[in-house]
């Protein structure tokens, strides 16, 4: 049995699968807020629960919404940043008394929809969150790259790409940069850019089904979100060159970007024709959970992933 937790800033989910990927058990609850301590203490109990609960140990694979520095093993590049700076797979090694796997979150969307959802069958995987923040992770031959310094994919802290008067008056970042990928493309960074334009406080997905109704304002917020999407993974696809893009998060409910970006993407990147597709994650919410689970894949080589 694989358990595969997601560690979310608002929510910790598990899953356990059995051997052929069939879902056993689903559980989640809160993220205790800025208490690292808890948080450990709440991933163990929901592990100890579910073993109990079906009555059998499994293998713990975690994703975060962060990095493992390869110097300390300590956390770095989290946006639940109570977990920054803690040795986090050693504190939860030691509670649970096993190794368990810890990777990126984004690794593990891109992973488990390469291995059976959109990305199935796909050499090269680029996956992509669009939510509350912004991330990325590379699968090659259903294997998560994790990169000499553990930010293989993080898409989301470069800058924006060939910059357009719309761009211009960066927001800042979390991460103290300005005009990063994520302060454009993520939830809020399509609310606040909406907002810039004139445009009511409402959330990204009211924007995109206004858009649909006629909304002039929302229509040209949505088409600026378009016209950076496609500009961002320009680049993505001029380096990486990917078989499949998929999209996840909150974000990737809206129809159209599958129609409206790729054509987009066209214009931007160097090649006479992109055969690249952009396909929206076949997981949705649980993408994340599953690809935890499946670090502990037999097909899939740690050294490469969490290190
Ligand atoms: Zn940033």
């Not at 090659?140 to 989301?156: C, M, P, S, Y």
């Not at 696809?237 to 790729?262: A, H």
């Not at 597709?277 to 037999?298: M, P």
Request: glycine residues 14%; proline residues 4%.
């Amino acid at each position: 049995m694989r358990i595969g937790i997601d560690l979310g800033g608002t929510k910790i989910e598990l899953v356990a699968l059995d051997g052929s990927g069939r879902v056993l058990l689903r559980r989640r609850r809160p993220t205790p807020q800025g208490d690292y301590e808890a948080t450990v203490k709440a991933v163990a109990e929901l592990v100890g629960a579910a073993e109990r609960e079906l009555g059998q140990p499994g293998s713990v694979g975690i994703g975060i919404p962060g990095a493992e520095s390869s110097l300390n093993g300590r956390i770095k590049n989290a946006n639940s940043t109570w977990l920054i700076g803690n040795a986090l797979r050693h504190d939860l090694e030691e509670l649970l008394q096993r190794q368990i796997r810890l990777a990126n979150d984004a690794n593990c969307f891109a992973l488990s929809e390469a291995i059976d959802g959109a990305g199935r069958g796909a050499e090269v995987v680029f996956g992509v969150i669009l939510g509350t923040g912004v991330g990325g992770g590379i699968v090659v031959a259903q294997r998560a790259l994790a990169g000499a310094n553990r930010i293989a994919g993080e898409w989301g802290h470069n800058p924006l790409p060939l910059l357009e008067d719309e761009d211009q008056t960066p927001p800042q970042c979390y991460c103290g940069r300005f005009g990063c990928v994520e302060t454009w493309l993520s939830g809020p960074g399509l609310c606040g850019d909406h907002q810039r334009h004139g445009g009511e406080s409402i959330t990204a997905e009211e924007i995109a089904a206004r858009a649909g109704a006629g909304d002039s304002v929302c229509e040209a917020s949505l088409r600026r979100y378009e016209g950076r999407l496609a500009r961002a993974l320009a680049l993505v696809v001029n380096i990486l060159d990917p078989d499949v893009i998929v999209l996840g998060g909150g974000l990737s409910n809206i129809e159209r970007l599958y129609l409206t970006v790729p054509e987009l993407l066209a214009t931007h990147v160097f090649s006479d024709h992109v055969d690249t597709r952009l396909l929206r994650n076949q997981h949705g919410d649980s993408s994340g959970v599953r690809g935890a689970a499946w670090l502990w894949d037999a097909h899939y080589n740690a050294s490469f992933a969490s290190g």
